[in-house]
């Protein structure tokens, strides 16, 4: 047997065993807690989510019927490029954190319950084209 191989499945296994959370996990247990999923789901192969080199770049949510606040930790989710909530029942106001998505191209909010006015934190994001 290969001694490689040997190599890369022990490593597998070190990391199972101890549960090294990668970037797509941590960025899945957010998704996944929104849609009261299994925290072990892996988020990348639900519909309207599109994953790219570990991470989440697309998030389209539209029509889900979601009932909700916008959670905070959606701001941790550090390559993402579009934000589509529209047409849902998120209700509360729009998280600053959501001003920490610096690659953000586009966030659609409209036909929500949503209150309170854009947090100046959303001025951050300079590579916005589409609000």
């Known amino acids: 047997m290969n ?3 040997i190599l890369f499945t022990l490593i597998i296994s070190i990391q199972c065993i ?4 990668t970037a797509i996990d ?13 925290k072990m ?15 989440i770049i697309k998030i389209d949510f539209s029509y889900r019927c979601i009932e909700s606040f916008i959670p905070p930790e959606l701001g941790s989710i550090s ?8 047409y849902n029942y998120f209700n509360g106001t729009i998280p600053p ?10 966030l659609k909010l409209n036909n929500n319950e949503l ?5 100046p934190d959303l001025g ?8």
């Open 18 to 21: 101890y549960g090294q959370e």
């Open 79 to 86: 390559k993402l490029k579009i934000l589509v909530l529209s």
């Open 124 to 131: 951050k994001l300079s590579n916005l084209e589409i609000l």
């Open 26 to 38: 941590k960025e899945c247990s957010i998704i996944n807690s929104l849609l009261n999923l299994n």
């Open 115 to 119: 209150t309170g006015s854009i947090p």
């Open 41 to 55: 789901n892996n988020c990348c192969s639900e519909k309207g989510i599109l994953c790219d080199n570990g991470h």
């Open 3 to 5: 001694i490689y191989y």
């Open 97 to 106: 954190e959501l001003g920490n998505l610096t690659d953000l191209f586009s």
